[in-house]
T-cell receptor, first 117, second 118 residues
Framework: EAGVTQFPSHSVIEKGQTVTLRCDPISGHDNLYWYRRVMGKEIKFLLHFVKESKQDESGMPNNRFLAERTGGTYSTLKVQPAELEDSGVYFC???????????????FGSGTRLTVV | AQKITQTQPGMFVQEKEAVTLDCTYDTSDQSYGLFWYKQPSSGEMIFLIYQGSYDEQNATEGRYSLNFQKARKSANLVISASQLGDSAMYFCAMREGKSNFGNEKLTFGTGTRLTIIP
């Protein structure tokens, strides 16, 4: 099966611009997560979708970040306007919620490296 | 609140030697899961090993084993017979334990950069 796909792999934008990151989860995975790693720090949870609904968005830094998952398939994470501190690597992960699935069912994408200059 | 601590920002190990990467955790949950991920320079996060809080045996996956000491709240990763391809960032993570179905967020540590020396 295809893995979790993220694009772009890299993005360099100027402060104040808008950037949209995309994540295509594994087909059939209801759960989709966004995480972010700022240089030298831990990977932090941003939010969790179950299908098209936001299950938990407690990690979203502020209202400049908007995540959507229309139709419960792919997800986008928009940063508008971008600030310098938004630089980091944004990871997406997906998992399937069903009985019998092994507990280590999270599959991560390769991440999008965002640089705001 | 959950917390994962990885105290080794970087490690250098001679090829073929065993290496232990430290991870301690803090949680008030009785049921939880612990993960180790590898992130090579290519960027993807590769799952290595999982340990459930109620598992009595230490998890093993090939050259990887997890030294789980519940009373000390530690979950160290042991890599036996290290190889050059093991050079990467390694992250310890914990899942809050409501179910085993992979639908809870993970809390990560800051990672350890492992470099294997030929």
């Amino acid at each position: 099966e295809a893995g979790v796909t993220q694009f772009p792999s890299h993005s360099v934008i100027e402060k104040g611009q808008t950037v949209t990151l995309r994540c295509d989860p594994i087909s059939g995975h209801d759960n989709l997560y966004w995480y972010r790693r700022v240089m030298g720090k831990e990977i932090k949870f941003l939010l969790h979708f179950v299908k098209e609904s936001k299950q938990d968005e407690s990690g979203m830094p502020n209202n400049r970040f908007l995540a959507e998952r229309t139709g419960g398939t792919y997800s986008t994470l928009k940063v508008q306007p971008a600030e310098l501190e938004d630089s980091g690597v944004y990871f997406c992960a997906s998992s399937q919620e069903s009985a019998g699935v092994q507990p280590y069912g999270y599959t991560f994408g390769s991440g999008t490296r965002l640089t705001v200059v | 609140a959950q917390k994962i601590t990885q105290t080794q920002p970087g490690m250098f190990v001679q090829e073929k030697e065993a290496v232990t990467l430290d991870c301690t955790y803090d949680t008030s949950d009785q049921s939880y899961g612990l993960f180790w991920y590898k992130q090579p320079s290519s960027g993807e996060m590769i799952f290595l090993i999982y340990q459930g809080s109620y598992d009595e045996q230490n998890a093993t996956e090939g050259r990887y084993s997890l030294n789980f000491q519940k009373a000390r709240k530690s979950a160290n990763l042991v890599i036996s017979a290290s190889q050059l391809g093991d050079s990467a960032m390694y992250f310890c993570a914990m899942r809050e334990g409501k179910s085993n179905f992979g639908n809870e967020k993970l809390t990560f540590g800051t990672g350890t950069r492992l470099t294997i020396i030929p």
